[in-house]
Structure formats: structure tokens, C-alpha cells
């Protein structure tokens, strides 16, 4: 039985671009960047012409405006930080996210509550959106920051982030985005998108684990969550990860290229994903289907537990996830889906299937077998199910 991997939105593999990209800096340019001799020289020529390159693939006006860091959850940190500490210097205290961001933004923000700031967490509607009206209104003169994903890790939803930077930019407010779902899959340009402070990570566009950037805008200021070299710009200490950098940096040229052919191809598969599991009764999509990354499908069934449909799928060859890898392990249903409004019993029973550029329309045909053979073995078992079927309890999906 061959493995179908439908949980591209937790990992991905990583191309064999990126994977040549990154071996000559492990045994022939393993130079420091720091160091003055020419193999030190070498290396720091190389990382000079990485950020160049990711500043173009994200629309930057400045290489100088690209900082790297281990990843998408430390990019967050320190560009939600970094306001932070600027709004405090001014006495501006205020900041607006969203009930729906990834832990690495909202356990961040919950530690700011504690400092002293406070946090206004916009509701999401149904559809998994969040609109620039809904912004607009919760800005005060103590605004520092505003931080919305640009697309949602669990559902897929794709924010209004244009929007959302104009409204920012008009109120002289500083605008992040958690980009790490959207970067290398949807097109995202920080100038046009009117971003100030973008976070991404590269092993969610088939290159390496451990490697990511923070985009920030020149003007913004930076403060550093680790302390020590004087590394980029003196804002990130510690040795450049080189080998990750480099093959970070040809897998986001790769996948930003490939775009105009995967997104397309995706879409198509995902749409023929999201018909197929429709025809499982009390069951529905999670999130808007238009504003959607090309990759995502989000489902609740009821009368199921999510984690005994993940084991019985796995048996079955396939792996996906009932939302976020942080709630895997834990009782509690997914925030996102209690933030579209799911009651707590349907939550409990979610499924998240994200592809790539390696599924194929027979894996997709696989998958709606197996989930409808799961779904329907799991609901026999259920004593919710069967009180559900006996109208002792109410269907809250038709
Ligand atoms: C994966 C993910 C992160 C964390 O990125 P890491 O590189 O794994 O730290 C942050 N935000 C979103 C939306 C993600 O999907």
C-alpha cells in the first residue's frame, strides 16, 4: 500500500531543487559569513545574493529589508515584539488581531496582555474572513500594530490583506501578517499588499525545516529576541543557517515560478475533493470556497471524533490532520473552528487535507474513498451518532 500525504499545511517534502541548492554549502562553502578570509567571503557572498533574491521573490524595494530567523514561529515573535516595544516607547499600547492566528501570534500577544498591552481580537465570520471594515473600526490613537494572517493554516481562508495594509496605512498604523500559509502558494507581494512586517517559513514550500524570514519595511524597528554577534545587522545573532538559507531560497524561486501552473492544477484537484466528500451527509466545508488556498480542504462531519478518523485514515494510507499539529494531542477542539462559529461536538469531528504539487487526481479519488468508508464505519460505533439518527438530539449540520 502506497502512502497518500495530504498534510502539506503541517510539512512539506522538500523539492530536489532545494535539496541540491543547500549540499555545497555543507562540505565545499561551509565558511562563516562573519569570518574575513575567502572561504568566511564566500559564504558571505552567497547570503548577500540570497537576500537579494528572496527581497525580489516578495516584491521588497531592499535585501536590506529581509532578516533571517529559524523559522515562521520566531519570525512572528520578533516582528510582534519589535512593535511592541516601539508602541510602548510612544505610549501606544493597543493592538488588533484575530481569534483564528496561529499560536505563535496569539500566545505572543497573550504574553504582551500580561505586560500591559491590550489585545483586541477581531471575530471571524462564518466564512473564515475577517473584512478591512472590522479593522478600521477597532483602530484607536493607541494603536500600535495590526496582525492578520494571510491565509489561515487550518481552513485555508485567504484574508483581504491588501486591504486590510490600506486601511493600516491610512491611520498610520504598523501592519504585519503571519504569511507562512500563503507564501509560495497564493502570489503575495509585500509592496502591493501594503505589508509592513511579514513572517514566513520555508519547509511549508518544500524547502528546509529550521529556516525562515521576517520581512520588515525600512523605517520599522527592529528589536532582537536573541542577543550575542552582530549578525544580521545586529538584529538576529547567531551564525547564519547557510545550507538552510540557500535552499530556502530556490525553493521559494521555485515555487513562486511554478505558481501559474500549481495554482490552477491545485485548485482542480481541491475542488473535486470538496465534491466528493460533500456527498457524506452531515458533513460541510469549513471556511469560504472562493477566498481559498489553492491546496486546502476543511471539513466537519458529525457524530465522529477527529483523531479516530486521522488513525483510521493513516491505516488506510492516508495521512492528514484534523486541523492544527498544536492541538493534536490535547482534548480541546481547534480555536479556528470554534472562531467560524462550529459548536464545540462538531469541531471535535474536523478534517483537514492539504496537497501539493505531487497529488494526483487518483490520490483525490483515494481519499474520498477512504474518508467516506471511515467516516461511515466511525458514526456505526458512535452512541452519538445513534442518537442523532433516533432524534434524541438535534443535527446542527443538515
Ligand atoms: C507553520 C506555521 C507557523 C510556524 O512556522 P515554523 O517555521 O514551523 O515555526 C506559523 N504560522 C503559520 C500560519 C503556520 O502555518
New binding site residues.
Given amino acids: 500500500m502506497s502512502t497518500i500525504y495530504a498534510d502539506n ?3 512539506t517534502r522538500m523539492s530536489r531543487t532545494a535539496i541540491q541548492a543547500m549540499l555545497p554549502y555543507m562540505d565545499q562553502i561551509y565558511g562563516n559569513p562573519s569570518s574575513l578570509h575567502s572561504v568566511g567571503q564566500a559564504a558571505m557572498e552567497a547570503l548577500t545574493d540570497a537576500r537579494i533574491r528572496v527581497a525580489a521573490a516578495l516584491g521588497a524595494a531592499n535585501p536590506r529589508e529581509i532578516t533571517f530567523t ?7 515573535n520578533q516582528a510582534i515584539r519589535s512593535v511592541a516595544a516601539w508602541g510602548k516607547r510612544k505610549g501606544k499600547t493597543h493592538i488588533i488581531s484575530t481569534a483564528f ?5 496569539l500566545h505572543t500577544l497573550k504574553k504582551l496582555e500580561k505586560e500591559g498591552f491590550t489585545v483586541t481580537y477581531l471575530d471571524v465570520h462564518k466564512n473564515g474572513i475577517v473584512t478591512p471594515e472590522q479593522v478600521e473600526a477597532a483602530i484607536t490613537p493607541e494603536t500600535c500594530l495590526v496582525t492578520v ?1 494571510y ?3 487550518e481552513i485555508g481562508t485567504i484574508q483581504p490583506i491588501r486591504e486590510i495594509g490600506a486601511v493600516c496605512r491610512k491611520a498610520g498604523v504598523l501592519f504585519h501578517t ?1 504569511a ?2 500563503a507564501v509560495g502558494h497564493i502570489p503575495v507581494n509585500v509592496q502591493t499588499d501594503n505589508i509592513d512586517l511579514l ?1 514566513l ?4 514550500f518544500h524547502g528546509p ?4 524570514v521576517l520581512y520588515a519595511k525600512k523605517g520599522v524597528i527592529l528589536s532582537n529576541l536573541i542577543e550575542g554577534g552582530a549578525q544580521e545587522r545586529g538584529k538576529r545573532a547567531g551564525t547564519e543557517n547557510l545550507p538552510g538559507i540557500m535552499g530556502m531560497t530556490a525553493a521559494l524561486e521555485e515555487a513562486v515560478a511554478e505558481l501559474p501552473q500549481t495554482m490552477p492544477r491545485l485548485t482542480a484537484l481541491r475542488d473535486r475533493l470538496i465534491a466528493g466528500l460533500s456527498e457524506i451527509p452531515h458533513g460541510e466545508v469549513n471556511g469560504d470556497l472562493a477566498h481559498r488556498l489553492p491546496g486546502n480542504v476543511s471539513f466537519c462531519f458529525e457524530g465522529i471524533e477527529g483523531e479516530s478518523l486521522l488513525l483510521l485514515l493513516d491505516d488506510k494510507g492516508v495521512c492528514a490532520s484534523s486541523g492544527s ?1 498544536c492541538t493534536s494531542g490535547s482534548l480541546d477542539p481547534s480555536h479556528v473552528l470554534l472562531a467560524i462559529g462550529r459548536p464545540h461536538e462538531v469541531a471535535h469531528g474536523s478534517l483537514r487535507l492539504s496537497l501539493d504539487k505531487d497529488t494526483t487526481e487518483a490520490d483525490v479519488d483515494a481519499i474520498i474513498a477512504a474518508v467516506k468508508d471511515v467516516v461511515e464505519q466511525l458514526r456505526n460505533m458512535s452512541p452519538v451518532w445513534r442518537d442523532l439518527m433516533a432524534g434524541k438530539r438535534q443535527f446542527v449540520i443538515a
Fill in positions: 499545511a503541517a510539512t529559524s523559522g515562521g514561529s520566531e519570525a512572528d492566528e496561529h499560536h505563535a501570534v494572517m491565509a489561515n493554516n503571519d507562512v500559509q513572517s517559513s520555508a519547509h511549508k525545516k529550521g529556516v525562515g499539529a
